[in-house]
């Protein structure tokens, strides 16, 4: 409903940038945390020339600093100055490659802490005011790597990463990371199971987010967001010495915008109450980006690797994870964008960023 607050966590991420254009756009006003008072000032210019109303009306947008969410009680002073919060979308989380702290420290702790210290919070101080919350996890925790490629297991909203905490650290880092977002989900639920809290909870479930930047002064930048690299990666190849398949494993996608808006459709829609949902588009595979940058972007023949696209569909079918998420679209009732339409949008941004 218009006029609603919500508290964002984490605004200053790739999806939650986008969530907060999303949350503007219906009318809802957006308390973001960031890490950093920079940040926050730079949404805060980015979003009011798109939205002038803001210069109008600070209430529109605002933010609170938290330096870390893994923190004790990170949450508790922003809830406690701001006791008008109608709704919460949990969207900060810790994400540390390369850091040589022992594992646990670097992953488990910090994701289930952050998720644990926003419950508590909104448990301690806004029980009464917070009507939905809806976090943020991951593929990650639905995705079973014993049948990644078997078949006849089919992922679902059903479907938990059995990976173990104890088996996670023996495998190393991306293990680790996976059974984070497994564990810090689990978190999210084990609480409302245990407490009865008044609010409903709805948990978000993206693998590979692609799509473009919310603000194209993003795309210029030397380093994009994770998912968005894989993409850049591509317009690097160089043509015909970088021309083979690209057999990398398949896995599923699923576009920025779509996920930012199924983050916010809980907020109205009392059927997403209680649910996991899982957001994907379709399979992709490096080809099947190669295939879309050469048939869509005549700038680029002859100078990126072509590969072999006959083998696309081959490759696809053999490999990668099954999935069904026909519950998350018939409950969202919002059908997801195209591999093709977020590429063709990613690449033409990041090609006018570079001019």
């Known amino acids: 409903m218009p006029g609603e607050r919500v508290?964002?966590?984490?605004?200053?991420?790739?999806?939650?940038?986008?969530?907060?254009?999303?949350?503007?756009?219906?009318?809802?006003?957006?308390?973001g945390t960031t890490r950093?008072?920079?940040?926050?000032?730079?949404?805060t210019q980015q979003f009011t020339a798109e939205y002038p109303k803001i210069a109008e009306d600070k209430s529109l947008l605002q933010f609170h600093l938290v330096p870390d969410i893994g923190t004790d009680n990170a949450f508790d002073e922003v809830l406690k100055q701001n006791p008008d919060i109608d709704f919460v979308l949990h969207t900060a989380s810790p994400f540390y490659f390369g850091d040589d702290r022992p594992l646990k420290e670097v992953y488990l702790h910090p994701a289930v802490g952050g998720t644990e210290n926003i419950l508590n919070a909104i448990q301690k101080y806004a029980s009464d005011n917070i009507k939905k919350v809806v976090v943020t996890s991951s593929f990650a925790s639905v995705v079973n790597m014993d049948k990644f490629k078997d078949k006849r297991f089919i992922h679902n909203e059903d479907t938990w990463n059995p990976l173990t905490w104890e088996?996670?650290?023996?495998?190393?880092e991306t293990s680790a990371y996976r059974a984070s977002k497994k564990y810090a989900e689990l978190a999210a639920w084990d609480f409302v199971k245990k407490e009865s809290p008044k609010f409903s909870l709805t948990t978000i479930l993206p693998p590979f987010v692609f799509g473009p930047q919310k603000f194209s002064s993003s795309a210029a930048k030397g380093t994009l967001n994770t998912s968005a690299e894989i993409v850049n990666k591509f317009l690097s190849t160089?043509?015909?010495?970088?021309?083979?398949?690209f057999d990398a494993p398949t896995h599923l996608s699923v576009d920025v915008r779509d996920v930012a808006l199924y983050h916010v459709l809980p907020l109205e829609i009392n059927a997403l109450a209680n649910k996991r949902l899982f957001t994907v588009q379709s399979k992709f595979s490096g080809q099947r980006i190669l295939n879309i940058l050469n048939e869509n972007f005549p700038e680029l023949k002859g100078k990126i690797a072509v590969g072999q696209p006959e083998k696309t569909a081959q490759n696809e079918a053999a490999?990668?994870?099954?999935?069904?998420?026909?519950?998350?679209?018939?409950?969202?009732?919002?059908?997801?964008?195209?591999?093709?339409?977020?590429?063709?949008?990613?690449?033409?941004?990041?090609?006018?960023?570079a001019k």
């Open 7 to 31: 508290l964002l966590t984490g605004a200053s991420g790739f999806i939650a940038q986008h969530i907060t254009d999303v949350l503007l756009s219906k009318g809802y006003r957006v308390l």
């Open 36 to 43: 950093r008072q920079e940040q926050a000032d730079q949404l």
């Open 167 to 172: 088996q996670a650290e023996v495998e190393g």
């Open 238 to 245: 160089e043509y015909p010495s970088d021309d083979k398949f």
């Open 319 to 353: 490999n990668g994870p099954e999935y069904n998420n026909s519950l998350t679209v018939a409950l969202g009732g919002v059908e997801f964008r195209s591999l093709e339409t977020t590429i063709i949008d990613s690449v033409k941004q990041i090609l006018e960023s």
